[in-house]
């Protein structure tokens, strides 16, 4: 299995911009996790799925941030208008859940708002 | 308000030394991870724990889960720098918790020097 794949690896925008991040994650797995990690708050949960249903959107930091998972091996996380302060490293995790939490982790996008 | 409060924040040492790094909580977990993450890569599970008072062991590192299953250790023997990285421990609160949600600690970033 290639692992979650996440795109794209790096993002340089301007603020003010629509910015989209996807991810597909490990086949067969029904749990998927978008994070964002920055030095200050380390990884922070935003939203999870189970079943391509949002189960928690707690962590959303604000109105400018969607995410949706139209079918089970998709998900989309979108910041519209990106501000500086969404810079950071995006992650999207999948798991297999019955009885068991492990995560695997994508690579990360890397957001950049100037 | 962290679940998870890991310690210490930054360790930094010379190959060969030994270290234990911390997960500590108020709150009782049905199950823990620790995670290793390297620089531009997401996090990469290295061991779950599930029973109070369980010692696992990779190679030179150990992992152990408290009795009461509030905390947990990560224990090196004989450091080397392909050790370096931020360790994370992770878990599902027993109770509180929407299902399949795992919390994350803020991390513990390794540094070991030739």
């Known amino acids: 299995d290639a692992g979650v794949i996440q795109s794209p690896r790096h993002e340089v925008t301007e603020m003010g911009q629509e910015v989209t991040l996807r991810c597909k994650p490990i086949?067969?797995?029904?749990?998927l996790f978008w994070y964002r990690q920055t030095m200050m708050r380390g990884l922070e949960l935003l939203i999870y799925?189970?079943?391509?249903?949002?189960?928690?959107d707690s962590g959303m930091p604000e109105d400018r941030f969607s995410a949706k998972m139209p079918n089970a091996s998709f998900s989309t996380l979108k910041i519209q208008p990106s501000e500086p302060r969404d810079s950071a490293v995006y992650f999207c995790?999948?798991?297999?859940?019955?009885?068991?939490?492990?995560?695997?982790f994508g690579q990360g996008t890397r957001l950049t708002v100037v | 308000t962290q679940l998870l409060e890991q310690s210490p924040q930054f360790l930094s040492i010379q190959e060969g030394e030994n270290l234990t790094v911390y997960c500590n909580s108020s709150s009782v977990f049905s199950s823990l991870q620790w995670y290793r993450q390297e620089p531009g890569e997401g996090p990469v599970l290295l061991v779950t724990v599930v029973t109070g008072g369980e010692v696992k062991k990779l190679k030179r590192l150990t992992f152990q889960f408290g009795d009461a299953r509030k905390d947990s250790s990560l224990h090196i023997t004989a450091a080397q720098p392909g050790d370096t990285g931020l360790y994370l421990c992770?878990?599902?609160?027993?109770?509180?918790?929407?299902?399949?949600?795992?919390?994350f600690g803020r991390g513990t970033q390794l540094t070991v020097w030739p």
């Open positions: 992770a878990g599902v609160p027993d109770r509180g918790s929407t299902l399949g949600r795992l919390y």
């Open positions: 995790a999948s798991s297999f859940n019955r009885g068991r939490t492990e995560a695997f």
């Open positions: 799925f189970n079943n391509n249903v949002p189960i928690d």
């Open positions: 086949s067969g797995h029904d749990y």
